[in-house]
């Protein structure tokens, strides 16, 4: 029954929703239904009270529906049809916005779109935007306005952080863009990449409010002034702290590169699933990626001056041969994948800012803590306890 919706009129118009709804940083579920309002006539308004139309149209035909709500349907009808489950009924209404919510969020770019992207420059060139070799612009430009949610560039246009900045790489931006407006304000000097394929009128700009808790981590001082030691160290998980990101290791290295400066790399391992069947933030059909971090201490000077964050990218079989790696103890070693930075921050940081660009990069990790700290955190659920209920 999912190939009822599968006409070319349907995905045409949900893919053109779907391009402006990614260009105004919109999500279908929550901004979709605004559209329907009586009186808006711009065009995405139209689209999106077209495609309301053409659904409903579907299942309006009472033998349709019945199939539809009586046979075992695939996740995303299945759940529609529930939330517009009544006690004397369905709410049609509610149930075709169901629908249409994931029908245009399944033309949204996907993760291999945005691997496949990573050094699509035109964007930037288009706008004369210049970027250094690590396809980073330069955030001290004075065309370039950085928000919590979005860059507004020479006053009237919006663009982007690169979406791998996002919240599980698909949701909001949280709490990385304003810290580089801080690292800014203390003369650092901090690049970031930029979202290639989404620009819009300023207008659209949205300053969302997130709100989120995390545990600060503490750097050791005899590490950071140590000259001999070479350590990696490995984090493992228990159960889940996040059900929507689940990290199962990290690896923490760190040694000296020359007599005075000690450099520390950070790597997150992710399996490619969800406890309940779903791909992991990351993975996609073909490609996937995977945070990493790389910052420097200058032992000299008493402070880090160096300070990126980055993914790897990794075919997804690839990948899951790696993952194996790690889970068996052994290490794949710390030259795989191929590294795109995400953002740079250059000069001389202090500790704290440097506590925070890395908790904020590595959210949802509980590794982090526990590394700085040598605190131990505990999951919401063990894993065990989570097979036992599941099963149950």
């Given at each position: 029954m999912e190939n009822l919706f599968d006409n070319k009129n349907i995905h045409s118009l949900a893919r053109k929703i779907a391009e402006e709804f990614e260009n105004r940083n919109i999500f279908p579920l929550t901004s979709f239904p605004q559209f329907l309002n009586p009186g808006t006539t711009d065009q995405i308004s139209k689209d999106c009270q077209y495609l309301h139309e053409l659904i409903l149209n579907i299942i309006s035909d009472k033998e349709i529906f019945r199939k539809l709500s009586n046979q075992k349907q695939v996740n995303w009808i299945r759940s529609a049809i529930w939330f517009g489950a009544k006690d004397d009924g369905y709410d049609f209404d509610l149930i075709v916005i169901h629908l249409c919510a994931v029908i245009i969020q399944k033309h949204f770019r996907k993760v291999d779109d945005h691997i496949q992207n990573l050094n699509n420059d035109l964007l930037n060139k288009k706008l004369q935007i210049p970027t250094n070799k690590d396809m980073l612009v330069d955030l001290s430009d004075k065309r370039i306005l950085l928000k919590n949610h979005g860059i507004i560039f020479d006053g009237n246009t919006l663009l982007y952080p690169h979406p791998f900045f996002r919240r599980f790489y698909s949701a909001n931006f949280v709490?990385?863009?304003?810290?580089?407006?801080?690292?800014?304000?203390?003369?650092?000097?901090?690049?970031?990449?930029?979202?290639?394929?989404?620009?819009?009128?300023?207008?659209?700009?949205?300053?969302?409010?997130?709100?989120?808790?995390?545990?600060?981590?503490?750097?050791?001082?005899?590490?950071?002034?140590?000259?001999?030691?070479?350590?990696?160290?490995?984090?493992?998980?228990?159960?889940?702290?996040?059900?929507?990101?689940?990290?199962?290791?990290?690896?923490?290295?760190?040694?000296?590169?020359?007599?005075?400066?000690?450099?520390?790399?950070?790597?997150?391992?992710?399996?490619?699933?969800?406890?309940?069947?779903?791909?992991?933030?990351?993975?996609?059909?073909?490609?996937?990626?995977?945070?990493?971090?790389?910052?420097?201490?200058e032992q000299d000077k008493k402070c880090f001056t160096h300070l990126d964050g980055a993914v790897r990218v990794f075919s997804v079989s690839e990948y899951e041969t790696i993952f194996k790696i790690i889970a068996s103890g052994s290490d794949p070693g710390d030259k795989i994948g191929n590294r795109h930075k995400i953002f740079l921050v250059e000069g001389q940081l202090n500790t704290e800012l440097v506590k925070e660009l890395i908790t904020e990069w590595f959210r949802y990790n509980p590794h982090i803590q526990e590394y700085f700290s040598g605190s131990n955190i505990s999951p919401t659920i063990s894993y065990q306890d989570f097979e036992r209920i599941h099963k149950s």
């Open positions: 709490g990385m863009p304003a810290l580089l407006r801080k690292a800014q304000e203390q003369s650092t000097h901090a690049f970031i990449r930029l979202d290639p394929l989404r620009e819009t009128d300023v207008g659209h700009c949205q300053e969302i409010i997130e709100a989120d808790y995390w545990y600060g981590p503490r750097f050791s001082e005899s590490l950071l002034m140590n000259k001999h030691r070479n350590d990696r160290t490995l984090h493992t998980s228990n159960g889940y702290y996040c059900m929507s990101y689940d990290v199962k290791f990290t690896v923490f290295r760190t040694k000296m590169m020359d007599s005075l400066l000690r450099e520390f790399m950070i790597e997150e391992y992710c399996p490619t699933t969800l406890p309940y069947g779903e791909k992991s933030p990351g993975i996609g059909e073909r490609f996937c990626v995977q945070k990493f971090a790389h910052f420097t201490y």
